[in-house]
Nanobody
Framework: QVQLVESGGGLVQPGGSRRLSCATS????????MGWYRQVPGQQREWVAV???????NYADSVKGRFTISRDNAKNTVYLQMNSLKPEDTAVYYC?????????WGQGTQVTVAS
């Protein structure tokens, strides 16, 4: 059974930092590209960042320079370090695993940026 379990969400003040984690099981983690998406109610899910199996990373323009995606293949876990958070970063953040046409989603974790 494949599981992607996000954690680390919560309330953070503008300008603050937060690290999200996504622990996986049931997949050959090291060969999957791992990504983070986010969604605000009433809006489409938005891609945030991706890290390939080889460790290459890419970011949405809205988070470039503020967010960092990383992975620990020994722990089957992907992370999203979020710095300089803004109110517009408020969303449910979802972990995504993809290998060719196969993909999986986590259940999401809420991040709220507010004073």
């Amino acid at each position: 059974q494949v599981q992607l379990v996000e954690s680390g969400g919560g309330l953070v003040q503008p300008g603050g930092s937060r690290r999200l984690s996504c622990a996986t099981s049931g997949i050959a983690f090291s060969i999957y590209a791992m990504g983070w998406y986010r969604q605000v109610p009433g809006q489409q899910r938005e891609w945030v960042a991706v890290i390939t199996s080889g460790g290459d990373t890419n970011y949405a323009d809205s988070v470039k320079g503020r967010f960092t995606i990383s992975r620990d293949n020994a722990k089957n876990t992907v992370y999203l370090q979020m710095n300089s958070l803004k109110p517009e970063d408020t969303a449910v953040y979802y972990c995504h695993a993809q290998l060719s046409s196969i993909y999986y989603w986590g259940q999401g974790t809420q991040v709220t940026v507010a004073s």
